[in-house]
């Protein structure tokens, strides 16, 4: 209504320069985004949870195993080596530490006479008390290397059967 009369042609202003914009967020997107999200999260752990938490356990008490075997194999190298009450000492404090995390037990707080109360089989008993022996007793002879392989040997058995027990729904963490 305000132009009476309509040119024939129009003489546009050309303007290149760059004009910012802000940019607004928009917030009902994203909470309906994150709600189905979040409904997708719910629905995948009620269905796939217990599954999800049994494989992350067997995984991490594979890591742990493989970490001690390592860790207790340099140990027996070096006391293979050159026998020291200390490189024994060393090793068991890494079967106490590895056992600790598989039995949920405290065995670095335990004496060898506290582990011997625990339930276990008589010739693990023996092996700590031959080990005890050549550390504070400084008898350091050749069957020490067999008594740790022996320790290894009990140590792998109850992995296996821990392994055994989470992957069949008879763990209690």
């Given at each position: 209504?305000?132009?009476?009369?309509?040119?024939?042609?129009?003489?546009?202003?050309?303007?290149?320069?760059?004009?910012?914009?802000?940019?607004?967020?928009?917030?009902?997107?994203?909470?309906?985004?994150?709600?189905?999200?979040?409904?997708?999260?719910?629905?995948?752990?009620?269905?796939?949870?217990?599954?999800?938490?049994?494989?992350?356990?067997?995984?991490?008490?594979?890591?742990?195993?493989?970490?001690?075997?390592?860790?207790?194999?340099?140990?027996m190298a070096r006391l293979q080596q050159s026998p020291d009450k200390h490189l024994s000492e060393e090793?068991?404090?890494?079967?106490?530490?590895?056992?600790?995390?598989?039995?949920?037990?405290?065995?670095?707080?335990?004496?060898?006479?506290?582990?011997?109360?625990?339930?276990?089989?008589?010739?693990?008993?023996?092996?700590?008390?031959?080990?005890?022996?050549?550390?504070?007793?400084?008898?350091?002879?050749?069957?020490?290397?067999?008594?740790?392989?022996?320790?290894?040997?009990?140590?792998?058995?109850?992995?296996?059967?821990?392994?055994?027990?989470?992957?069949?729904?008879?763990?209690?963490?």
């Open positions: 209504q305000l132009i009476t009369q309509m040119p024939d042609s129009l003489d546009l202003k050309e303007n290149k320069a760059y004009l910012d914009i802000p940019l607004q967020f928009n917030y009902p997107y994203f909470l309906v985004g994150l709600g189905i999200l979040a409904a997708i999260v719910l629905i995948v752990y009620l269905v796939f949870g217990e599954k999800i938490r049994k494989q992350w356990q067997l995984r991490r008490l594979h890591k742990d195993h493989k970490h001690f075997r390592e860790q207790f194999s340099q140990s090793a068991l404090v890494v079967w106490k530490r590895y056992m600790e995390r598989l039995e949920q037990a405290p065995y670095t707080k335990m004496t060898t006479k506290e582990i011997i109360k625990l339930p276990t089989e008589q010739a693990l008993l023996d092996d700590l008390k031959a080990i005890d022996r050549s550390i504070y007793g400084h008898h350091l002879n050749g069957e020490l290397i067999g008594h740790f392989a022996h320790l290894e040997q009990h140590t792998h058995q109850r992995y296996e059967q821990r392994y055994r027990d989470i992957k069949h729904g008879r763990s209690n963490s």
